[in-house]
């Protein structure tokens, strides 16, 4: 049932902010999975069916987010109902409903909980497996991820599998400033900052200052060719007053709740 503020909500808005393609699965790198959770409750507002399965008590999920469509499941060991606690559960909950939706899309919530219970193999097998089964039933699969979880190497496997924001980000430098100048620009990112490369995307307000210091008054120009590019990369609606060189970078802005009563 959709609340007044959906309502509003849909009133103001002709597309999702974040209009991901079907058949798609995506990792969205950041230490808390707010964006990610963004995402899918904007795709439920405009008749997307949801599945969610989560490390976090639904309760308290549905508290912040307009969810209360999707089926949510809680990813614990205690056994209660609507929980999941292993990646046979979760490929079979998975599996049964994007055969059985149209226009599904599922958020998993607890690969950092899923890898510190299971080898690297198992957990890499199980997104390859999710990601043809979402393929081919033109759903979305959205995979928040700690920037920290896994070494270099074996994200860049996981990479392999979902579209990953920094390597949209990546790309769009390379593309707009040549591989040698992203190699540099990275490095003096990294030094400056005091954060790792796989850090830096989750830290928008320390990137905008540092590009700042480095290319001046020129970097708000770079930010909107930057955001633009990765729109492109990850087919999203670029919303126009985002890309206003008046106006400060692209932020993710969350979908204002209802303030308790």
């Avoid at 999941?84 to 079979?92: A, F, G, N, Q």
């Avoid at 409903?97 to 890499?124: M, N």
């Avoid at 390859?128 to 860049?156: D, Y």
């Avoid at 040698?180 to 307000?205: M, N, S, W």
Wanted: aromatic share 8%; glycine share 4%; hydrophobic share 40%.
């Amino acid at each position: 049932m959709y609340t007044q503020e959906a309502e509003a909500f849909l009133e103001g808005e002709k597309a999702p902010r974040w209009k991901l393609e079907p058949s798609e699965s995506y990792m969205v790198i950041e230490e808390q999975p707010e964006r990610a959770f963004e995402i899918f409750e904007e795709h439920l507002l405009y008749g997307w069916r949801g599945l969610c399965i989560t490390r976090q008590h639904p309760k308290q999920l549905c508290k912040r987010y307009n969810i209360e469509n999707a089926q949510v499941f809680w990813l614990t060991e205690l056994k209660e109902e609507n929980t999941v606690k292993d990646l046979l559960e979760i490929s079979l909950l998975i599996g049964k409903f994007v055969e059985s939706t149209k226009s599904g899309i599922v958020l998993l919530d607890g690969l950092e909980y899923l890898a510190s219970r299971y080898d690297f193999d198992a957990v890499y097998q199980f997104i390859q497996n999710k990601r043809s089964q979402v393929a081919k039933a033109e759903a979305i699969l959205l995979v928040p991820v700690h920037p920290k979880t896994f070494p270099e190497e074996k994200r860049a496997l996981l990479e392999r599998e979902l579209k990953s924001l920094l390597q949209c980000f990546e790309n769009a430098i390379s593309q707009m400033l040549g591989e040698g100048v992203k190699k540099a620009l990275l490095e003096r990112l990294e030094k400056d900052t005091g954060l790792k490369r796989d850090e830096l995307i989750g830290h928008t307000d320390v990137l905008t200052r540092n590009l700042k210091e480095i290319f001046g008054g020129s970097a708000l120009v770079l930010e909107r060719m930057i955001m633009k590019q990765i729109y492109t990369e990850l087919g999203l609606d670029i919303p126009p007053q985002d890309l206003d060189i008046r106006k400060p970078i692209v932020k993710w802005t969350p979908i204002e709740r209802n303030k308790p009563t």
